[in-house]
């Protein structure tokens, strides 16, 4: 069992910035990769970062060049760098560890607000 824990969400002005945490339960050494996904209202859940435990990273289109995502394995987190947010960035971001191809845990969720 994984427990996860994100933290950072906050009300923000556009064009501002938010960094968000995921802390693991466990080393994130023993994790195959880490990710961030977010669910706007209305809309399906969708893959905003992801870095395997090699460090190899994946963005989806609509955040690369304005989020960055990274590992501390020393402190068991995950980290995602916001920056120039927007208004279609307001949404709850949840962490998500893949153990393996069939074994996953989800954090549960911290909520992102931009305002315009």
């Known amino acids: 069992q994984v427990q996860l824990v994100e933290s950072g969400g906050a009300l923000v002005q556009a064009g501002g910035s938010l960094s968000l945490s995921c802390a693991a339960s466990?080393?994130?050494?023993?994790?195959?990769?880490m990710g961030w996904y977010r669910q706007a209202p209305g809309r399906q859940r969708e893959l905003v970062a992801r870095i395997s435990s090699g460090g190899s990273t994946t963005y989806a289109d609509s955040v690369k060049g304005r989020f960055t995502i990274s590992r501390d394995s020393a402190k068991n987190t995950v980290n995602l760098q916001m920056d120039s947010l927007n208004p279609e960035d307001t949404a709850v971001y949840y962490c998500?560890?893949?153990?393996?191809?069939?074994?996953?845990?989800w954090g549960q969720g911290t909520q992102v607000t931009v305002s315009s």
């Open positions: 466990v080393s994130t050494r023993n994790i195959n990769s």
């Open positions: 998500k560890a893949q153990i393996d191809f069939f074994k996953f845990y």
